[in-house]
């Protein structure tokens, strides 16, 4: 799942003041990386363990935000809002 320092491995946790949704937004957004810049709905749902359905709401919404784009092949990658963020 996600990678790095300071990340985690393993299911999203839970507690007080966790945003599970915000969680798997952001756990998505960690899947894409240098090595790894597309992905189909389907490999993502498998990569975080979700349902399809689940994954194809969070990448709409993160499309309807230019955090994600879509790719005429149907993958998506990380859109233009994600770079703008690092100015």
Not at 7 to 36: M, V
Not at 54 to 59: E, R
């Amino acid at each position: 799942m996600a990678r790095g320092p300071g990340r985690r491995e393993g299911p999203l946790r839970s507690g007080t003041g966790f945003i599970k949704s915000l969680g798997k937004a952001l756990s998505l957004l960690d899947c894409f990386t240098e090595s790894e810049p597309q992905w189909r709905l389907t490999d993502l749902a498998r990569r975080l363990d979700l349902p399809k359905s689940t994954v194809s709401n969070i990448l709409t919404t993160l499309e309807a935000f230019g955090y994600v784009r879509q790719f005429p092949d149907g993958s998506y990658g990380l859109g233009l809002r994600v770079f703008e963020l690092g100015f």
